[in-house]
T-cell receptor, first 110, second 114 residues
Framework: GQSLEQPSEVTAVEGAIVQINCTYQ??????LSWYQQHDGGAPTFLSY????GLEETGRFSSFLSRSDSYGYLLLQELQMKDSASYFC???????????FGKGTTLSVSS | DAGVTQSPTHLIKTRGQQVTLRCSPI?????VSWYQQVLGQGPQFIFQ???????GRGNFPDRFSARQFPNYSSELNVNALLLGDSALYLC?????????????FGPGTRLTVL
């Protein structure tokens, strides 16, 4: 079967750093993506890792370890607007659809 | 540039009815995928189309069907609606179906089945 595990909820304060972990068990692995979704909104693409290591995009960074079937999303300098659900998603083969985790709800307080 | 558009935004149907949801991909994108998102869960893959051909199908019953048109827009049809079909239906488009092609999501259609 296919499974992606991520924490259901994370809380933090403005200006802090938070890490959202994702472990996966899938038959085949091509890459790990991260999406952000505000209540009632569309999932928005944040980052993609196909190879081991860290990818940085502004305040957000994403890490992948293929040998550990593990990745994380790092959010720095948290802002209130970062309060949202964050999903990791695996692509098992090139060009195939995404398999999503259940999502992590991030609440940022002042 | 316009993003992925979906219509209608909201829809209320009763059990047993049929529904058609529509999606227009980003200009230049040739692949469309459909996902179902139940409240509190991540999106679940339903169908993927590329160049009007079905490229993948998720674990959904035959009541669900889809097609892609020559202009790359797509429709998702659901027959004999059940209460459990109530969900946010998301359409995602990508340039093609290569490994690194990012999927961009539309705002979704919120379907409520009474």
């Amino acid at each position: 079967g296919q499974s992606l595990e991520q924490p259901s909820e994370v809380t933090a304060v403005e200006g802090a750093i938070v890490q959202i972990n994702c472990t996966y068990q899938t038959s085949g692995f091509y890459g790990l993506s991260w999406y952000q979704q505000h209540d009632g909104g569309a999932p928005t693409f944040l980052s993609y890792n196909a190879l081991d290591g860290l990818e940085e995009t502004g305040r957000f960074s994403s890490f992948l370890s293929r040998s550990d079937s593990y990745g994380y999303l790092l959010l720095q300098e948290l802002q209130m607007k970062d309060s949202a659900s964050y999903f990791c998603a695996v692509r098992r083969e090139a060009g195939t659809a995404l398999i999503f985790g259940k999502g992590t709800t991030l609440s940022v307080s002042s | 540039d316009a993003g992925v558009t979906q219509s209608p935004t909201h829809l209320i149907k009763t059990r047993g009815q049929q529904v058609t949801l529509r999606c227009s991909p980003i200009s230049g994108h040739k692949s469309v995928s459909w996902y179902q998102q139940v409240l509190g869960q991540g999106p679940q893959f339903i169908f993927q189309y590329y160049e009007k051909e079905e490229r993948g199908r998720g674990n959904f019953p035959d009541r669900f069907s889809a097609r892609q048109f020559p202009n790359y827009s797509s429709e998702l049809n659901v027959n004999a609606l059940l209460l459990g079909d109530s969900a946010l239906y998301l359409c995602a488009s990508s340039l093609a179906v290569s490994g690194t092609d990012t999927q961009y999501f539309g705002p979704g259609t919120r379907l409520t089945v009474l």
